[in-house]
Nanobody
Framework: QVQLVESGGGLVQAGGSLRLSCAASGRTFRRYAMGWFRQAPGKEREFVAAISWSGVNIDYADSVKGRFTISRDKGENMVYLQMNSLKPEDTAVYYC??????????????????????WGQGTQVTVSS
């Protein structure tokens, strides 16, 4: 298991920016594909962004494409989500997730939350209009 801790959430006005961080600890010697998901009150958890273990391949939900940027620093065991041009509909709890992968899957990204077996506690992002 790997432990994940998110930080960087908060209250921001529409059009503003936030940078979320996810710190991984524990079995970090394993290879993990990483993802960011979010869940708004009364809604299902939804995919936001994913990055492969290699860092080469990245995937975004259409709703955040062009505004959000996912990145990772494997040396520091960190994953980031830079969020720009925030909208009120981005308001949600944001979760970092990790999926262990084998060498054949180092370039893959994963959108389905059910595949991830390591989750952080979440960080609240609130965007006011």
């Amino acid at each position: 298991q790997v432990q994940l801790v998110e930080s960087g959430g908060g209250l921001v006005q529409a059009g503003g920016s936030l940078r979320l961080s996810c710190a991984a600890s524990g079995r970090t010697f394993r290879r993990y594909a990483m993802g960011w998901f979010r869940q708004a009150p009364g809604k299902e958890r939804e995919f936001v962004a994913a990055i492969s273990w290699s860092g080469v391949n990245i995937d975004y939900a259409d709703s955040v494409k062009g505004r959000f940027t996912i990145s990772r620093d494997k040396g520091e065991n960190m994953v980031y989500l830079q969020m720009n041009s925030l909208k009120p509909e981005d308001t949600a709890v944001y979760y970092c997730a990790a999926l262990p992968v084998f060498s054949t899957d180092y370039e893959r990204t994963y959108r389905y939350y059910g595949l991830y077996d390591n989750w952080g506690q979440g960080t609240q992002v609130t965007v006011s209009s």
